[in-house]
């Protein structure tokens, strides 16, 4: 044999050793995400044929505005939850970031971008909090965020004062359910959120810092002795859904009256909670997606709205969401057990 064979054959061997690596990534749109439109085209056409009002601008406008600020904090809420993590004070955030929001618009009259800033640099602070004790404090996300909980919403009745804020200007019209509210039918609340979950989708899917999200939730010390800055990462996961709590405070504020009451927030992060499940994101970490969660705020909202506008018991609402939620979870654990068992 000669040289040049043997030359050759050691090129094709180091070949074959060597294959070039190919980076795969998952499927853009998963098995829960298509069910979970499935599911809300029946329910939709479910309730078109019990009252043909559903299918109507006037129904499907005000569903898309209450789907918008539950969507858009699950966002943030589907980071942290993929880290591992839980924030259960955006209820309590909300109630700062609005009535301090609403405060300001009524007492210095604002415009629209201020106000928005101020908002939302104020749910990025609450956020920084959550992130630092977190982070740096090394204790379980649900402790800390139970606690601050209670903490923001004593805040924010102390800047409540006695009673509700009222008189609250047109200013915040651009997110709520008026004709200023709304491009070609659509309202502006949901674009933004729209575009939200899109740049968050493209951010974990085809950059080393989202994925680093999933290696957290996955193994944070495997993720550690990788190189992952793992603290940076869950204060930055933390801040970024305080700071989507303030843009979100806006399109509450708007939705409502000219008054803002001392309800405000509450049970908001139940509703956030419920989305980011039924959405396919895994509660025990590093496995999620905000497009399923922007998904499953649809699906709530539509059964509020639809047990509404059936005339039925309020209450029926939450048995349907707590029903998708065992469903959801139990779904996830089939799943985690048939890997384990490759």
């Not at 908002?119 to 996300?141: C, D, K, M, P, Q």
């Not at 956030?272 to 499953?296: E, F, K, Q």
Request: glycine share 14%.
């Amino acid at each position: 044999m000669t040289t040049e064979s043997l030359n050759k054959n050691d090129k094709t061997e180091k070949n074959e050793k060597s294959p070039k690596r190919v980076r795969v990534l998952p499927a853009p749109v998963t098995g829960q995400e298509v069910v979970l439109v499935g599911v809300i085209a029946l329910l939709w056409a479910g309730l078109a044929l019990s009252t043909p009002a559903f299918l109507t601008a006037g129904s499907i406008q005000p569903l898309l505005v209450a789907t918008a600020p539950i969507a858009l904090i699950g966002v943030g809420m589907t980071i942290v939850i993929i880290t591992g993590g839980i924030d259960v004070s955006v209820g309590g955030a909300i109630m700062v970031c609005s009535v301090l929001t609403a405060k300001t618009l009524v007492g210095s009259g604002v415009n629209l971008g201020v106000a928005v800033l101020l908002s939302v640099l104020t749910g990025g602070v609450l956020g920084l909090v959550n992130g630092v004790l977190i982070a740096y404090g090394r204790v379980h996300a649900i402790i800390i965020t139970f606690g601050t909980a209670n903490l923001f919403m004593f805040l924010g009745l102390q800047i409540f004062g006695s009673g509700t804020v009222n008189g609250i200007p047109g200013t915040l019209a651009f997110f709520g359910r008026g004709p200023d509210g709304r491009t070609l039918g659509v309202p502006h609340a949901f674009l933004i959120t729209v575009l939200v979950t899109a740049a968050a989708w493209w951010y974990l899917r085809h950059t080393a810092g989202g994925r680093h999200f999933f290696a957290i939730g996955g193994d944070a010390q495997a993720a550690r002795l990788a190189g992952v800055r793992v603290q940076r990462r869950v204060l930055l996961a933390y801040t970024t859904t305080g700071l989507l709590v303030g843009l979100a405070s806006c399109f509450v504020i708007a939705q409502g009256t000219s008054t803002l009451d001392q309800t405000v927030g509450s049970g908001k992060e139940l509703a956030v909670i419920a989305a980011v499940v039924i959405g396919g994101t895994s509660i025990m970490g590093g496995r999620g997606s905000v497009l399923g969660t922007l998904l499953g705020a649809l699906l709530v909202q539509s059964v509020a709205s639809g047990v509404t506008q059936l005339g039925w018991r309020s209450q029926l609402s939450d048995l349907f969401v707590g029903i998708f939620i065992i469903v959801a979870v139990g779904a996830d654990l089939l799943r985690a057990r048939a890997r384990r068992s490759r």
